[in-house]
């Protein structure tokens, strides 16, 4: 050895992780990656299983105020022999968060009738966890189990489960092809109600009255209507070039209204719908204040869509809605009106027929109490 020696170790030489322990690295890596997985996926079905708890006890306070305006457990739209409507259920309006639920399967059941002898209803839901609930008018939030959950609702099974025996009630609020009366808790959005009243003319001629340029009657004709079976007719009486009829809706200074109807001329040619909108206030007509004139695009069964959208100025407590048509000459021909729809929103809305995706029925199709999610 040299004077004072030498390192005998190349200076350039390393050290490395040899392959058992990069092993031990890999599965211990693994391990530590599972569990976050576990825990991470149990915070998730917990707080979905707490969303969907929430949900079903925020509907049931809506039912139960329902139940002292009606003096009763609202019913559900079928019964335990399966007859009537399961997707209706009248008079609720419900939002929550969609995310949380099986959207996989038939969802949020609504249960009403008599258990020993006492009037109650029932809530039950399914988690995107799995895991179920029910909301009881007797004992609150609770699991829910011994159901087999199916893309195909099952009411009365449900019921049964929930202990109730026949004659009950049931509807349920989602189904994955999602073209059903009661599932406006699966849309996000604002709620639209129908301001029009009688708007598609399926009883009787309630809430119109005649405008100008037509005979001081008018009838309801029973067949062929743009919606359901009936709409409102009445005859030019020569006098004016723009026949008009009117019916009011209740407004507030500021909103948004925006409107769709439909109108056919019979016997005389028209040139474009026409909607006059007015502000009205104590049942007079003070102004018109938007005015437009839709172009004439008949269907094979005479039908024009039209469709206007306007802000609502101050100092009325209504607009009167003066709808028709214009014609080249004094009009003498029959003019029919049918499926009026006014919301507040900037968004015109499809006029819902009760077949109408994504709109839904609060209670008998063509009611002008229907509401349903935004378009």
């Known amino acids: 050895m040299a004077k004072g020696g030498t390192d005998t170790v190349s200076k350039g030489a390393k050290s490395a992780f040899t392959i058992v322990e990069l092993l031990i690295v890999i599965v211990v890596i693994g391990i530590l990656a599972g569990i976050i997985l576990v825990g991470y996926s149990a915070v998730i079905n917990n707080a979905n299983d707490k969303s969907v708890q929430a949900d079903i006890s925020k509907l049931a306070d809506s039912v139960k105020l329902l139940t002292l305006d009606n003096n009763g457990v609202p019913d559900g739209g079928a019964t335990s022999s399966n007859t009537g409507d399961s997707t209706v259920l009248n008079g609720i309006r419900f939002k929550t968060n969609v995310v949380s639920y099986d959207q996989t399967v038939a ?45 195909s609702n099952n009411g009365v099974a449900v019921c049964g489960l929930a202990g109730y025996t026949a004659p009950f009630t049931w509807s349920y609020g989602y189904n994955p092809a999602a073209n059903y009366g009661w599932y406006a808790w699966a849309f996000n959005g604002e709620v639209l109600t129908n301001l029009a009243t009688n708007p598609s003319i399926e009883s009787n001629t309630t809430g119109w009255a005649k405008y100008t340029g037509v005979s001081a009657s008018m009838t309801r004709v029973t067949s062929g209507g743009w919606s359901g079976t009936s709409y409102l007719s009445t005859v030019g009486d020569n006098t004016n070039t723009i026949p008009r009829v009117y019916t009011d809706i209740p407004t507030s200074d500021g909103d948004v209204i925006s409107v769709i109807f439909h109108v056919k001329s019979t016997g005389q040619a028209a040139t474009s719908a026409l909607l006059a909108a007015k502000l009205v206030s104590g049942g007079t007509e003070i102004s018109t204040f938007n005015t437009s004139y839709p172009s004439w695009s008949p269907d094979a069964n005479g039908w024009s869509t039209a469709t206007a959208t306007f802000t609502v100025p101050a100092g009325g407590d209504h607009v009167r809605l003066s709808m028709g048509l214009t014609s080249a000459a004094n009009y003498t021909g029959t003019m029919g009106i049918d499926g009026v729809m006014a919301v507040k929103s900037s968004t015109v809305p499809t006029y819902a027929d009760g077949n109408t995706p994504r709109w839904v029925w609060t209670g008998t199709a063509n009611n002008s109490a229907s509401t349903g999610p935004a378009l």
């Open 107 to 151: 969802n949020l059941y609504y249960c009403s009738g008599m258990i020993n002898g006492t009037e109650e209803f029932t809530i039950v839901a399914r988690s995107k966890s799995g895991n179920a609930y029910s909301y009881s008018s007797k004992s609150g939030v609770a699991g829910f189990s011994g159901y087999t959950w199916t893309g």
